[in-house]
């Protein structure tokens, strides 16, 4: 045993000591960060996470870093976030010389010499990368890169256990925290005061509609062209949306100078995408997004967005990379039920990478002798004898339906019947069913959204939501 391995040893086991403590997950991971840098005898060390299109990669928490160093901007090298989504390990061993290193200036006044980077899963998924950045050019033993992928992995525990904001819960509230569902990264790290009531409010706004946010990441040096230079930090970033906005409070003299310092950063800065809100100006936005009152969808009675549009997405092109993959080489036919998988289906065969034939089947129930019965309204097209046959389904709940159809396809002598769903409610399960593509796992409440409806309402919404009890309740007693 050489002798550093005591020393990261003893990092690991005080690291495994804050996991199981009572501090907040925020503060378990900056001292996650702070004993990493210690361990290693670097000069700093960063969470990283990627944002919801796996594009760009920006600082969670760090330790050894200046202010300046991580107001810089996002990583949007191609190749180091390409390297990084796919779970690889990053070693830049001289950042003179690696046409990889985007900050090449910065990087040099921070005086790093070597980065690496090991990726940093959730439940499977790469979520980002832990970072450890050296004074001088360094290669990293096997033996300290084995630490800092353990490290990175108790970083994702941490990430997965709980959310940041649960110490802001009640114990019962923060009991009924699904821990099947990944916590929203981008919006964990709160700020510990907004800087005016609006912004706080905004920010509770984009927690509804699930959209991921981030609290002045960043800061722009603007120049007046007087000689005279200034900072200016726009309020939030959206990284789902790749937009900073700035808040106003409709103050004549305020929105002036916001105004100006807005028009100064889209000149010096074309390539930012940023807005300056009033409030009026919240709902137009969102709309433009898909999502509020003025999206062109009715949004009253929808009590929690469960599933939201960016994690939707980035479930669908997963799913569809797996079957791609199963079905290389063999002739697929999706087949889906109306009316409800119709959003689903049209992103899943989007994003296929193999080809893959289409068709649709409607059904309808009826009683016969008195027990609720299936019948086929609508046929398939296409012949789907000797094809292998995936059946697309938004959601599956008692199994029943789905016995139904997968019987009436296999009478059609294809070569396989196989199953994806959007939704699994297993917790109504009736009938032994396999599923070979699930989604999400369902909790046993009325859902909405993405093809779902309610009363033919409510299919139009962007992401999958939670109706309103008060709303189920009169629907009931009716």
């Not at 969670?60 to 901007?73: A, D, F, M, N």
């Amino acid at each position: 045993m050489t002798r550093q391995a005591p020393r990261l040893n003893e990092a690991l086991g005080e690291i495994a000591e804050a996991l199981n403590s009572s501090l907040a997950s925020s503060e378990k991971l900056r001292l996650l960060v702070k004993v990493v840098a210690y361990a290693l005898g670097v000069h700093g060390c960063s969470l990283m996470l990627l944002d919801a299109q796996h594009k760009r990669l920006f600082h969670l928490v760090s330790h050894g870093l200046s202010q300046r160093y991580l107001t810089k901007g996002f990583i949007d090298s191609e190749q180091v976030v390409e390297e990084t989504a796919e779970g690889k390990t990053v070693v830049i061993l001289d950042i003179t010389t690696d046409p990889r290193v985007q900050f090449q200036e910065l990087n040099h006044q921070e005086h790093i010499g070597s980065i690496i980077g090991v990726p940093l899963k959730i439940r499977g998924d790469v979520a980002g990368t832990l970072r450890a950045y050296n004074r001088t050019i360094r290669e990293f033993t096997a033996r300290e890169q084995e630490f800092l992928t353990t490290a990175a992995n108790m970083a994702g525990l941490m990430l997965h256990s709980r959310p940041i904001v649960e110490d802001e819960r009640r114990p019962s509230e923060a009991a009924k925290v699904d821990k099947a569902h990944p916590v929203a990264l981008d919006s964990q790290f709160r700020p510990s005061a907004f800087g005016h009531p609006s912004e706080e409010e905004f920010a509770r706004l984009l927690d509804f509609y699930q959209i991921d946010w981030l609290y002045e990441p960043r800061s722009f040096l603007l120049d007046s062209g007087e000689g005279k230079s200034e900072m200016f930090t726009p309020d939030f970033y959206l990284p789902g949306l790749d937009l900073y906005i700035e808040i106003t409070t409709l103050k004549p003299g305020l929105t002036r100078e916001k105004r100006r310092r807005v028009r100064r950063l889209h000149e010096q800065y074309p390539e930012v995408n940023i807005k300056l809100l009033a409030r009026e100006d919240y709902d137009r936005l969102l709309a433009k997004y898909g999502h509020g009152p003025m999206a062109g969808a009715k949004t009253r009675g929808v009590g929690k967005v469960l599933f939201s549009t960016p994690r939707i997405h980035k479930r669908v092109r997963q799913l569809a990379k797996e079957i791609s993959s199963d079905y290389q080489g063999r002739h697929l036919v999706l087949v889906g039920v109306l009316r409800g998988v119709f959003c689903f289906m049209a992103d899943l065969m989007r994003a296929l990478t193999i080809p893959a034939d289409v068709d649709f089947m409607a059904l309808s129930y009826f009683q016969d002798k008195g027990e609720a019965a299936v019948r086929v309204t609508e046929d398939l097209h296409v012949n789907i004898q000797g094809c292998h046959v995936l059946l697309v389904e938004d959601i599956v709940d008692t199994g029943m339906t789905l016995t139904f159809v997968i019987n009436y396809l296999k009478a059609h002598n294809p070569a396989s019947v196989k199953v994806c769903t959007l939704l699994d409610k297993r917790v109504r399960r009736l009938a032994d069913i396999s599923l070979e593509y699930v989604g999400f796992e369902a909790p046993d409440e009325f859902l909405v959204g993405y093809g779902l409806d309610y009363e033919e309402e409510y299919r139009n919404l962007p992401f999958i939501a939670l109706m309103e009890a008060k709303l189920q309740e009169a629907d009931s007693r009716a």
